[in-house]
């Protein structure tokens, strides 16, 4: 399971080997993933033989340079089944940090304020995310992080004989674990830009949780670059576990607890959404409201899908008519390996252009939605869902085809399930006051915890922090 190829020359070997052991304690890793990531890896060897003891702890400016390392002992650096206050609090102040982009200013909260539903752009207004400098625009629309604790890994599953990729984090499933996904935009020239490593790690040091951190992973953390980058994903990691981000404080969550009931529209919207001959979003978006526990609507299935939607002009990436997003298959990572053999199989072009089913709580609150943030209305998203195949002159124009999609890959194009089964000129699968009555649905998903959290624009202290008290 490759990580982004400029985490994977970051870290080196041995920092990808310490990722790996980190992310198999917390549920992510396996060996197969370790392979694959040594493998994919522009490597050079640690050093051989008994290292000397560690030096007391350098002051910033001490800080060993960067190169072949060998880790410390990973039974000393597993982060604990249920993260300790202190952790959570260290992971906090990291995700909340505008120090730890280049230039400074930009810290990892801005693409994910919680009055935006976690899924924010950094004041973009392009539907895709923009960087540390005002001219690094990304590829995709944020992803929202609340909730991630619940992504399984990256791997496969086969229902009725069909096999299909599920899990993993980002759009396209690239990261195994909540904690290799906090690293990749710290080292992503589009986003936080930081050059090294060790450039994310002399800023740590400097800050005034350094203590903390020092307090938390060992005294001798800084000394070890690739150790201590690690442990600052397994921070983050650790307070995006928290209650803080996965509250199931919503009014859908009261109504599954049996504390109030849905108005009329909500009870509605609710039926349209799990009927699969109109909606039918729970076949993907699954929830069980019945159940008594918030847990069991997830509102993902973890799956991947094409759906078709349009092509994003204002990404600076499509101006080029030949450039295509595929998710799965790229550009942001290399193609995952396909299932062992023996079991039924996807083959690897039928994997392009599928991008990973996102969570729906706290959807209302984005202000931007799909992969390519095409859309920035929820009720023309779920208009585009409920007309996609019966007026597609209205997504794509006159030609009525998919636009960002290569041809070679538009069978992979969703059209077996509703609503995306309709005939060319058809009725719309949703009435106008149906589509209402589902996102009215819709904003029931929303944490109170996001709702209280008002959207404000940033000031000289940048945007709003996550999860202070």
């Known amino acids: 399971m490759p990580l982004p190829p400029f985490l994977s020359r970051t870290l080196g070997a041995p920092g990808l080997a310490l990722l790996l052991t980190l992310a198999g304690c917390g549920g992510g890793g396996t060996p197969a993933d370790s392979a694959a990531l040594s493998d994919t890896a522009n490597t050079q060897a640690a050093p051989a033989g008994p290292q000397a003891a560690p030096a007391p702890p350098p002051p910033p400016r001490a ?17 604990p089944v249920t993260a300790s206050p202190n952790r959570i609090q260290l992971g906090r102040l990291i995700f909340n940090d505008p120090n730890l982009s280049e230039p400074r200013g930009t810290a990892c909260v801005a693409c994910h304020q919680p009055g935006q539903g976690f899924a924010s752009n950094h004041g973009s207004r392009t539907g895709v995310a923009q960087g540390s400098t005002p001219a690094a625009i990304g590829l995709r629309n944020a992803m929202a992080n609340a909730y991630g604790s619940f992504v399984p890994p990256f791997g496969y599953q086969t ?8 899990g993993g984090h980002f759009w396209d499933g690239r990261a195994n674990t909540l904690a290799q996904q906090a690293l990749g935009p710290l080292l992503n020239p589009l986003e936080m830009n930081n050059p090294t490593m060790e450039a994310v790690v002399r800023k740590i040091a400097a800050s005034g949780y350094a203590a903390q951190f020092r307090q938390e992973f060992g005294a001798n953390v800084f000394n070890n670059i690739p150790a201590a980058f690690v442990q600052i994903g397994v921070a983050i990691e650790a307070f995006e576990r928290s209650p803080q981000l996965e509250p199931f404080d919503s009014r859908y969550d009261g109504m599954v607890r049996g504390q109030l009931q849905f108005t009329p529209a909500e009870a509605r919207g609710m039926a349209l959404f799990r009927d699969p001959a109109k909606g039918n979003c729970a076949a993907c978006h699954t929830m069980n409201p019945t159940s008594g526990n918030p847990r ?14 349009p092509r994003n002009r204002d990404i600076p990436r499509n101006a080029d008519p030949a450039f295509f997003d595929l998710g799965l298959c790229g550009p942001e990572r290399t193609p995952p390996a396909l299932p062992a053999a023996g079991q039924p199989s996807p ?16 959807v209302a609150e984005r202000t931007r939605f799909m992969h390519n943030g095409f859309f920035g209305d ?43 089964n309709r005939p060319v000129g058809a009725a719309p699968v949703l009435t106008e006051s149906e589509v209402l ?3 009215a649905f819709l904003r029931t998903l929303s944490d109170s915890s996001v709702l209280a959290a008002a959207p404000r624009p940033a000031g000289p202290a940048g945007p709003a922090a996550l999860g202070a008290p």
């Open 347 to 362: 083959t690897a072009d039928s994997l392009c252009g599928k991008f990973r089913i996102p969570t729906l709580r706290n």
């Open 159 to 166: 229902v009725d004989g069909e096999t299909e990729a599920v």
């Open 378 to 420: 929820l009720r023309e998203v779920v208009r585009f869902y409920a007309t996609r195949d019966s007026n597609r002159e209205r997504w794509y124009g006159p030609a009525g085809v998919p636009d960002d999609l290569p041809a070679r890959y538009r069978a992979n194009l969703e059209t077996g399930k509703a609503p995306f």
């Open 296 to 309: 069991d609507s997830l509102f993902t299935d973890f799956t991947y899908y094409a759906t078709g939607i």
């Open 437 to 439: 009555d589902i996102v």
């Open 63 to 79: 800080l060993p340079a960067a190169g072949p390392q060998t880790p410390p002992p990973p039974a000393a650096l597993t982060p």
